[in-house]
Structures are given as structure tokens and as C-alpha cells.
């Protein structure tokens, strides 16, 4: 055929390496990807009239979130420095920036996790804050509920084991497979306990320490029946409360079990702040993580870095900007605004 | 080829610059603390809200246009970005009605909470502020 020789050799596609048009496919998949989370967020916020913004109240660090969009930024900077070097096949240059670009990752990450260990010690978990006063009296009292169960276990299975021997021993090997969540079926065996635990504090042959250990155990027990009284009779405040828990956690008895028991601060939407705050900010680390085993992945060539690799660091570039992209509109959406 | 590159550098570094420059800006706006002010006739909350979306979207430029090199890139960007733009801003806008603005009257228990907590600060001013200055 004649046609076959004459005809000009045409290209196909785009004039671009197809990892790269694969890469920006993808980068358009995840822009629709996350502006469906922060449409969510935007919308939902917009939709809340009294959204938790108070720093006080949402423990959310302006110089966090600063410094954490500084780090992004001069990390995708050093990206393309690296990407530099590897054009100029300086690839010594292009290792440094990429080494460095990771350790910013590194420091990202670090700040984020500073950040959310302060959520976890505030209790700012979805599904986990109390919207109003009542609810936050409630969830305080369930707390301190189940630090005294689990003091009341503690104390029976550290009894000598003369003494628990001859107890009934069927029943601590139903409570040994008890879990948290059947808290409410251990109740009447949990009641059996507190009482031999009431016997075994007036008998004479318990040693002093043992009784210190128990008196301590029913002196926070009797506080805990007044105040569960109060939330009972409503006849109590969440300030009030706050100051009647500090000062427990303050008795250098059994102050040290109440760490479980969280301050009392109720947030209206807090739960839905916090479903929207660890989605978006969960899936944006996720993607920061990714970026770090891409660069590992370039770093880990060493002095074997050549040329063949400079689709991979433009592609992974895309990628860490795109990341990059992400977090300057986080940054405003959730800690300014 | 080494001159462009030289120059390629400087104007990195200064679209670094002019980041950095966008993030102390947008930092200044939250130490301003519109909220409580309305200028122009506009709410506060509205003007803080565009402002730091626009420095946000400048920035987003900044990288999109330099640092992820759509400036130097063939016409195929449009057709790429355009599209995933418009679908991606669909879904805020589609829901946008039901959920940021009501057209039905809003029933959650939020609102309720806010009325009650609405209702209680102005029944204990000063207690309140006593519980302010309790907070760490």
C-alpha cells in the first residue's frame, strides 16, 4: 500500500509522558475527591447556626495550622528544586531537596499528631461530646462510673489469694471475660463485690495498707453517690461540677484513678465538628503519608538516581503540590473561619 | 538552556516568597478577628470568610501556575481541569438549599440546645463569666 509509506507519522495523544497525563487524571479524580469533603464541610457549616469556633472550645491552634501550611509550602518548593536537579542531572541536588521534603513531611506530621493527641485528651471525638449542659453532667458521671467499676474489679482480683480463694470462684472467672461493653450485665456481681469488699474493710485481720486502699475506694464511692444524686436531681451546674472533679482529682488519695474522667465542656455540633474536622484532616494525612513512601520509594535508588527517573519525580511532584493545594484551603476552612 | 533555568530558580523562590506572604496575611486576618465587625454594610463573618478564600485561591494559583507548571503545560489543561472544576463545585452547590440554607424550617436538636444555652447565659451573666475565666 502505498499510503502506508507516505503517510506522516502522527503521535498520538498528548504531547506530555502518559505517566504524567495518568498522574493529572488522577490529580483531577482527588480535586473532586476532597472538594466533596470540604463542600460537605462548607455547607454543613453554613447550615449550623452556632458551630463550636471558640479556640477555647475546639482546642484548634491557629499557630498549628500556620505553621503546619509553612511547612507544606517550602515543602513543595523544595520539590521542585529537586526537580531542577534532576533536569540538570544534578542528582546529588535532587536527593538533598527530596531528603529534605521528606523530613518536612516528617514535621507535618509530627505537628498533626500534637494536634490530635490534644483532641484525644479533651475527649473531641465524634460521637463523644456531650451538646448540652445535661448531657455533659451525664457523660462526666458515666465516666467516673466506670472508673470505680473498674476499681472495684481491681481491688477484689488484688485481694490475697487465702482470702479469694475460698470465695466463689466460679463467679471471677465470669467476670475475668467481661468486657467494657457489658458493663451493665457485671452490675449485680460488681454490687456482691462492693459489699465483700465492705466486709473486708471492717474485719480485724486486714492488713493497714489493704484498708487504706479500701477506704480511699469508698471514699470516692460516697462521692460519687452524691454527686450522681445531684445530676439526678439536676440541682448541679457543669461549672459547679468541673470544680467539685477538680477538686477530687486533686485528693492525693484517688485523685490519680479520676484521669479518665474528662473536663466538662459541652459543644453544641461539636460531634459534627469532629466527624468533619478528622475526615478531612484524617484523609489529607493519608495523602501525606502516600507522598512519604513515593519519596522514600526515589530516595532509596541512592547513587543509582539517574535520568530514567525524571518522569517518577515530576509525577510524585504533581502529587506532593497537589497535597499542598489541599491543605491551603484547610487551612482557612478550619482554623480561621 | 542554563540561563532559563536560572532564571526559572529566582522565580521560584520568589513564588515561595509570595506563599509565605498569602499565610501571614491570612494569619492576619484571624489576629484582626473580623467576626465582631461589620464593615460596608457587610457581616463580619462573610467578609473574613472571602477574604481568606481569596488569599486561599491566589495561593492555589500560585502552585497550580508555577510550581505545578500548568502555565507552561499544552491547551489539553482545560479540557482536563475544567470539567473536574465544574463537577466538583455541582455537589456543594447542588446541596447547598437543603443544607446550608434551609428553604424548610430547620428542626435538629442543635437549634434547641442553642436556644436553651442562649437562654441561660442571659439568665446567668455574671455566672457565666465565671466559667469563662475557669477554662484553661
Known amino acids: ?337 | 538552556m542554563s540561563e532559563s533555568q536560572s532564571h526559572s530558580y529566582v522565580k521560584y523562590s520568589s513564588i515561595f516568597f509570595a506563599l509565605c506572604i498569602c499565610t501571614v496575611l491570612s494569619i492576619l486576618f484571624d489576629v484582626i478577628d473580623l467576626r465582631a465587625h461589620n464593615l460596608f454594610g457587610l457581616n463580619g463573618v462573610v467578609l473574613l470568610s472571602a477574604g481568606v478564600l481569596s488569599i486561599a485561591c491566589a495561593k492555589a494559583l500560585f502552585v497550580l501556575i508555577y510550581f505545578m507548571h500548568l502555565k507552561f503545560e499544552g491547551k489539553w489543561k482545560y479540557v482536563l481541569l475544567s470539567p473536574t472544576i465544574v463537577l466538583a463545585m455541582s455537589l456543594t452547590v447542588a446541596i447547598t438549599p437543603d443544607i446550608g440554607i434551609h428553604y424548610y424550617t430547620n428542626e435538629s436538636p442543635q437549634i434547641d440546645y442553642l436556644e436553651q444555652a442562649q437562654q441561660a447565659a442571659l439568665k446567668e451573666g455574671p455566672a457565666r463569666n465565671a466559667e469563662k475565666s475557669h477554662v484553661e
Open chain 1, 1 to 337: 500500500m502505498s499510503h502506508d509509506s507516505h503517510a506522516p507519522q502522527y503521535r498520538m495523544g498528548l504531547p506530555i509522558p502518559h505517566s504524567k497525563l495518568g498522574m493529572w487524571l488522577f490529580l483531577a479524580t482527588e480535586i473532586m475527591f476532597f472538594s466533596a469533603f470540604i463542600g460537605a464541610y462548607i455547607v454543613l457549616r453554613a447550615g449550623s447556626p452556632g458551630w463550636p469556633t471558640d479556640a477555647e472550645v475546639t482546642h484548634l491552634r491557629i499557630w498549628a495550622g500556620g505553621l503546619n501550611t509553612f511547612v507544606l509550602i517550602l515543602s513543595s518548593y523544595f520539590v521542585v528544586l529537586a526537580l531542577e536537579g534532576m533536569k540538570a542531572d544534578n542528582f546529588a541536588k535532587a536527593r538533598r531537596y527530596l531528603g529534605l521534603t521528606l523530613l518536612l513531611a516528617c514535621v507535618f506530621l509530627g505537628i498533626k499528631a500534637y494536634e490530635y493527641s490534644g483532641k484525644f485528651k479533651y475527649d473531641i471525638l465524634p460521637g463523644h461530646i456531650p451538646e448540652t449542659p445535661q448531657m455533659a453532667i451525664d457523660k462526666s458521671m458515666r465516666e467516673m462510673k466506670q472508673v470505680i467499676d473498674h476499681r472495684t474489679v481491681a481491688l477484689s482480683n488484688s485481694k490475697p489469694p487465702a482470702k479469694a480463694e475460698p470465695a466463689n470462684p466460679d463467679e471471677s472467672v465470669e467476670l475475668a471475660g467481661v468486657t467494657d461493653e457489658k458493663t451493665e450485665e457485671l452490675a449485680p456481681p460488681l454490687e456482691e463485690q462492693r459489699q465483700k469488699l465492705q466486709a473486708e474493710l471492717s474485719a480485724a485481720d486486714t492488713s493497714e495498707s489493704r484498708k487504706k486502699e479500701l477506704t480511699a475506694y469508698f471514699d470516692l464511692d460516697a462521692k460519687y453517690r452524691e454527686l450522681n444524686q445531684k445530676a439526678l436531681d439536676e440541682s448541679i451546674t457543669v461549672p459547679a461540677m468541673n470544680q467539685e472533679l477538680d477538686t477530687l482529682k486533686k485528693n492525693p488519695e484517688y485523685g490519680s484513678f479520676l484521669a479518665p474522667v474528662h473536663y466538662l465542656q459541652p459543644i453544641i455540633y461539636g460531634n459534627l465538628f469532629a466527624s468533619v474536622y478528622f475526615l478531612l484532616t484524617g484523609f489529607h494525612a493519608l495523602h501525606v503519608i502516600i507522598g512519604m513512601i513515593l519519596f522514600v520509594i526515589v530516595l532509596l535508588q541512592g547513587k543509582r538516581l539517574s535520568e530514567k527517573w525524571n518522569d517518577y519525580v515530576e509525577n510524585i511532584g504533581l502529587y506532593w503540590h497537589f497535597v499542598d493545594l489541599v491543605w491551603i484551603f484547610l487551612f482557612p476552612l478550619i482554623y480561621i473561619i
